[in-house]
């Protein structure tokens, strides 16, 4: 089969499913996966791949400079909300990863001031909040510095992670869709992400409900992978929301 008779079944199967996986399309046209690869790689315009999943491009929204400086004014209060639903999850003594981000600030603000934690984080706006409780025991993960996202990441970074013992991941989001799940901003992100969710006991999205709906350009999880998910809304159902 020839790549443009390719092309074509591939988007005819998109426009009947909506989003296809790279191993189901590779089957129906009897060709590998390296293959289907190459195909949409020449084709940014007409497909996205997220995940391992193929996709119309106009599906993903396009990527807009963030800054978390202007990320961290909107939306606020409703970040603070759906922070404040993740609370319960806390015990004193626990280990916490906190993920970067401007709602991951207002959870950090909200621990308890009494509380003794063992808190890790990656990116310098939690750690400066995490400074000031005095009963937090902070751990600060280094590597190449992000300034967009004001955070760090590398190999010794993952291999930290991996020497932890995590009751709790707190994870965030800058988009949410039933299909696609959880996808952040910025792809070295989403490593660190995936790490503290593999090692962590349980692992807590939160996000406020703008996020609903959203896909952003690097998949770090599917919805099912969340022990629980809160939005200001309160602890977040699919089917209910319909995102």
């Not at 497909?47 to 807009?64: K, L, N, R, S, T």
């Amino acid at each position: 089969m020839k790549k443009q008779d390719r092309l074509d079944r591939l988007t005819a199967m998109i426009s009947e499913r909506g989003i296809v996986h790279l191993k189901d399309a590779a089957r129906a046209l009897d060709v590998s996966e390296m293959t289907i690869r190459r195909d949409i790689a020449a084709e940014t315009g007409r497909f996205a791949f997220i995940g391992g999943h193929i996709m119309p491009a106009q599906a993903v929204e396009p990527e807009q400079p963030y800054e978390l400086a202007s990320a961290s004014d909107r939306h606020a209060s409703a970040k603070e909300r759906a922070s404040a639903q993740a609370l319960p999850h806390i015990r004193a003594e626990d280990t916490l990863f906190i993920d970067c981000g401007s709602t991951m600030m207002h959870l950090a603000d909200l621990l308890p001031v009494d509380m003794p934690l063992t808190v890790c984080c990656y990116a310098l706006n939690i750690a400066e909040r995490l400074a000031r409780k005095p009963n937090v025991r902070l751990i600060m993960l280094g590597g190449v510095y992000h300034p967009a996202s004001a955070s760090f990441s590398g190999a010794a970074a993952l291999q930290t992670l991996d020497e932890l013992g995590l009751n709790v991941a707190f994870l965030s989001a800058a988009g949410l869709d039933e299909g696609r799940g959880a996808t952040c901003e910025h792809f070295h992100e989403a490593e660190i992400k995936k790490k503290a969710m593999a090692v962590a006991a349980r692992s807590i999205l939160i996000l406020d409900d703008s996020k609903l709906g959203r896909i952003r350009p690097a998949f770090f999880a599917p919805l099912d992978g969340f022990d629980a998910i809160y939005t200001e809304s309160g602890l977040y159902a699919p089917d209910e929301n319909g995102a």
